[in-house]
């Protein structure tokens, strides 16, 4: 007599039903069905990831939205809720922005450098007597603004900067040329008077086969540089951009320290503009809770005026306060003269403004699609747009 049972893979194995061989059979059957189990479904082996350190994700604040694609998103920890009046505000001046258009810019542009104060008016003293430490004839320092260094005591008191406010901060900025060699000693005495914690470079060392600013930072981790009483190290390197870059800097004099930030935009065209709009909201707000920046480009003036007029603008919508660019670029002349030095520079403020406006929904794209259209053919036709 022979029973059937249903082995591996459906054979059937025949048993001969004879005293204790059906116990023994069965036994076999059953522990080979439990292998057969096994061995058809094998334990799953889990992958794990482990992200490589990096600091906490930015706020969402409108700003990321233009980032390379490349790049790794940005998981934003909650999305900033805007004040309904900043973003009315916003949307008022990208309106008036639209209708002005940019051959409009351009002529209110050129009316605001009519209506500068004229060379012979101004007081200049100091740069008259310290022609050696201007890097340009035609940019001025005027005295009014003018940082007086005092650090330390007995030297020679002129640099080339002023101070340029932000609302009830009115030494937020220090906006300077870029340091001469016979200037870079002075430069950081600035820097180590003000304790300023940050330096926004605009410029480039070379640009177009010229010298428009000295080394005067260490370029690589772990150098130093000596000028005076100051010793200045380069503590590490970090690329947050593809255009810029953050040098760590530790100053001392031998008995105290301070760390500085210099951040370098590499790709912004002297006389020009980047082409990228947000960058430079992303940089301000690096910087936010620095009391006192310096910001250079070569004459430190045009791409340091722009950046500035940026933030004042910026400030101004989260105060609340109606903001009209030729008003904040005529105010910024009288504290640091020839701020904005191209009407490409000042149509560009208008187009970042209308960029960010647009990332934070304060207006549609339809609404703007024709003003940025414009500056895009308007800046192509000046070949004045450097990198995204």
């Known amino acids: 007599m022979h029973r059937y049972f249903p082995g591996q893979n459906s054979t059937l194995f025949a048993l001969s039903v004879t005293g204790r061989d059906v116990k023994t059979a069965i036994i076999k059957i059953v522990r080979g069905r439990g292998a057969s189990k096994r061995r058809r479904a094998p334990a799953i082996r889990k992958r794990f990831f482990v992200p490589a350190a990096k600091s906490a994700p930015a706020e969402e604040d409108g700003t990321q939205m233009e980032r390379a694609s490349q790049r790794r998103k940005v998981t934003p920890i909650r ?65 009014g603004t003018r940082v007086v260094l005092q650090y330390p005591p007995g030297g020679n008191d002129y640099i080339h900067a002023n101070y340029v406010g932000v ?21 950081w005495r600035m820097v180590w008077q003000e304790k300023s914690k940050a330096i926004i470079m605009l410029c480039n060392v ?9 080394q005067y930072w260490p370029a690589i981790v772990d150098e130093t540089m000596n000028f005076g009483n100051l010793t200045i190290r380069n503590v590490k390197m970090v690329e947050v951009e593809k255009i810029i870059s953050v040098t760590r800097l530790n100053l001392s004099d031998g008995s105290y320290d301070l760390d500085v930030e210099h951040i370098a935009w590499r790709s912004w065209p002297d006389r020009g503009v980047p082409g990228n709009f947000l960058a430079c909201f992303r940089l301000l707000q690096r910087v936010k809770d620095v009391e006192c920046i310096v910001v250079h480009c070569s004459a430190g003036i045009g791409r340091t005026g722009t950046i500035v007029g940026l933030e004042v603008a910026n400030q101004m919508f989260d105060h609340g306060e109606k903001v009209s660019m030729r008003e904040i670029v005529q105010e ?29 929904k304060a207006v549609k794209r339809s609404e703007v699609r024709g003003f940025m259209q414009q500056f895009d053919q308007y800046a192509k036709a000046r070949g004045a747009v450097g990198a995204r």
Do not use: W
Request: hydrophobic share 30%; aromatic share 8%.
């Open 79 to 143: 999305r900033a809720t805007e004040h309904p009046e900043k973003l009315n505000l916003m949307r008022n001046f990208c309106l008036t922005t639209v209708n002005l258009g940019v051959a409009g810019l351009v002529k209110e542009f050129m009316e605001i450098k009519a209506t500068s104060t004229p060379v012979a008016k101004l007081s200049k003293v100091a740069f008259d007597k310290n022609k050696d430490k201007n890097r340009y004839r035609d940019v001025f320092c005027i005295d």
């Open 167 to 187: 609302r009830n901060n009115k030494r937020r900025f220090i906006c300077t040329q870029a340091p001469k060699e016979n200037t870079i000693e002075d430069f």
């Open 206 to 214: 070379i640009e177009c086969g010229k010298k428009k600013c000295e």
């Open 332 to 360: 910024m002349r009288k504290q640091r003269h020839g701020s904005v030095q191209t009407d490409i520079q000042y149509v560009y403020m208008h187009r970042c403004i209308v960029g960010l406006s647009e990332n934070k």
